[in-house]
């Protein structure tokens, strides 16, 4: 049984894809990453599914990634970071490639991977008061593996307004940014959320998954090459000094060298 996500199903065919660690704002562990790369894969497979809703419990979307794993990263071997960088890619190829649309119902905080989680997304349904960031580069590290799909999100020219400041942004930025579909307050998310299932209900499934998988083919390429070089680009931020001293910086609770 999954420890960090829950799936449920209801008679409809939708399923809905809960990030499931409230208590660490549903950061993204080792053994999440391996959750939701399965959950994908069984949902893809399961040909009740008609859509998939991504939904988090708690007062956040998604922390990004594991601050407690990363640094786990940097102290291991090289084989253990690329084996850690691949879980990730894969992850997010996986909803990515997800041959049902993805909605995502997006609250509180998504920095890092929740952005990343908004990218590979068919439709991203955000609270008014939620915040978002590319946070990593106050780490030392950069966007690696979300990179292809928030450039193919955003576009390049959008991109560079917050992909490497580390900022954080509203939602009516994210919106701005097209990275939010559509923005409303957090009450009227659940009812957003029904409209967009709607229509999918009374189209033909293959047909969905084959205009889907249409749209992919004619967007910007992510194929195996460009998520193996943001993997290369991952592996190499895990091993420079600036990641080791952000990171370490992080849990002494105090401001990283580049601050001071």
Not at 10 to 37: C, F, I, Y
Not at 142 to 171: C, H, K, N, Q, W
């Amino acid at each position: 049984m999954p420890e960090t996500i829950r799936i449920q199903h209801d008679d409809r065919g939708v399923a809905t894809l809960w990030l499931a660690r409230p208590e660490k704002h549903n950061a993204l562990s080792r053994q999440m990453l391996d959750e939701l790369t399965e959950a994908a894969t069984a949902l893809a497979a399961d040909d009740s599914v008609r859509v998939v809703v991504l939904a988090a419990e708690g007062p956040s979307f998604c922390a990004g990634g594991d601050l407690a794993w990363m640094r786990q990263q940097i102290d291991a071997d090289a084989a253990t970071r690329r084996a850690g960088a691949h879980a990730l890619a894969g992850m997010l190829s996986a909803l990515n490639l997800l041959p049902k649309p993805l909605i995502a119902r997006v609250h509180g905080n998504a920095f890092g991977g929740g952005v990343g989680m908004m990218a590979v997304s068919d439709v991203a349904l955000v609270a008014d008061q939620a915040r978002f960031g590319l946070t990593e580069v106050k780490l030392g590290l950069i966007p690696a593996t979300i990179g292809p799909y928030v450039m193919a999100r955003m576009g390049e020219d959008r991109a560079r307004r917050v992909y490497f400041s580390g900022r954080l942004f509203d939602a009516a930025e994210a919106r701005d940014l097209n990275l939010a579909t559509r923005v409303l307050p957090a009450g009227d998310l659940d009812a957003a959320v029904e409209a967009e299932i709607a229509p999918y209900l009374l189209a033909a499934p293959r047909a969905v998954a084959a205009a889907k998988a249409q749209c992919r083919a004619l967007g910007p390429r992510i194929d195996a090459q460009v998520i193996e070089d943001s993997i290369d680009r991952l592996v190499a931020t895990w091993e420079d000094p600036e990641a080791v001293e952000g990171i370490t910086a992080f849990f002494d609770k105090r401001a990283p060298s580049w601050q001071s």
